[in-house]
């Protein structure tokens, strides 16, 4: 008996809400999703197949990685759960990272390992270069090695670093382009050369999502566009991405099982302003009170949201909630 796998159940769950943030990371969670990208991107895996990289490249059980986000489904070794997500220190605070995950590098004598940040972004002006917080991303993930992967004066041991940033909206010119950022040895006075891999340490990737009419929507950037299309229907998506870059949706039930990677903070504000409306709209006729209920309901259910978080979302009134929070459980 055949079912569907855990990508397309995750691409029929996000619907028209795979440019919101949790669907984003959703789907970006799956192990054929990060090889894609990878093989695209990562001059580590250019020459290697998208089901080597998934199979054999990307660890599948990482030991730092605490829990997965849906308990129910933890042992599948098609989703990644990734090393955990959280970064602390005193002095510098929490950062939380979409995806983060450990990878092999293949071909090497002794065993090498990068560390993957990916990231999902809808806003590409947050108010600071986008860039310079993905290079800060990286030092933290190179500066949080210490007491993890190496101690005391033991630098040789540091891994290389990926931050790839996905970007569904970003300006015009950046529209389907994958730009790369990374150090490189220049000899300014006279002529030397050091090994790659102790200055290759970091590396930032930014992809620009764009419109199927230009000519640069092909491979990845083809895969993540129908991917997070708010305008596909889930039939579509999975028809295009078994076609043309032959990605499974079905696999034996008897290895059916999954795990949903971190969701953190992102691009609900269309899915909030749909919920809105569609909650006004059919409360229109029942009064403000019956409206603003409504609302409550949709919001929690287009966006998985508490009952504080709907309310906090629409500005009820701290003098109100009790009210509303009442008529919920009737």
């Known amino acids: 008996m055949e079912m569907e796998n855990i990508l397309a159940k995750n691409i029929t769950a996000a619907g028209e809400k795979a440019a919101y943030d949790a669907a984003c990371k959703r789907l970006l969670a799956n192990k054929i999703i990060l090889a894609w990208i990878m093989k695209s991107c990562l001059e580590e895996y250019k020459e290697f197949s998208v089901n080597e990289i998934a199979e054999l490249y990307i ?60 990231e999902a972004q809808n806003d590409f002006y947050p108010g600071y270069p986008l860039t310079k917080r993905a290079f800060y991303y ?34 015009k010119k950046r529209e389907n382009t994958i730009t790369r950022y990374c150090i490189q040895e220049e000899n300014l006075v006279g002529q030397v050369s050091e090994q790659k891999k102790n200055y290759d340490l970091l590396t930032v990737i930014m992809i ?9 929507y092909t491979g990845i950037l083809k895969l993540l566009g129908v991917l997070f299309s708010s305008e596909k229907e889930a039939g579509e998506k999975k028809k295009i991405l078994q076609n043309d870059f032959d990605i499974a949706m079905t696999k034996t039930l008897e290895s059916e099982v999954s795990v949903m990677c971190n969701l953190s903070k992102g691009v609900e504000e269309r899915g909030m302003a749909r919920g809105l409306e569609q909650g006004l709209m059919r409360g229109l006729e029942q009064g403000l009170e019956t409206a603003t209920l409504n609302a409550i309901r949709n919001l929690m259910e287009t966006l998985k949201m508490t009952t504080e978080q709907a309310m906090e979302a629409l500005k009820i009134p701290e003098e109100e909630k009790a009210k509303y929070t009442t008529m919920l459980k009737e």
């Open 138 to 171: 990286c030092s933290r993930m190179i500066s949080s090695q210490y007491g993890s992967e190496f101690t005391e004066t033991h630098y040789e041991k540091i891994k290389k670093v990926y931050s790839i940033w996905i970007c569904s909206n970003p300006p």
């Open 59 to 118: 660890e599948g059980n990482p030991q730092i990685a605490e829990a997965a986000v849906n308990p129910d489904e933890n042992n599948s070794s098609e989703q990644i759960r990734g090393v955990k997500t959280e970064d602390s220190t005193i002095q510098e605070g929490t950062i939380t990272y979409d995806i983060r995950f450990l990878t092999i590098v293949p071909g090497t004598e002794e065993t090498i390992r990068l560390i993957i940040n990916i």
């Open 208 to 216: 620009g999502l764009g419109h199927a009419e230009d000519d640069n």
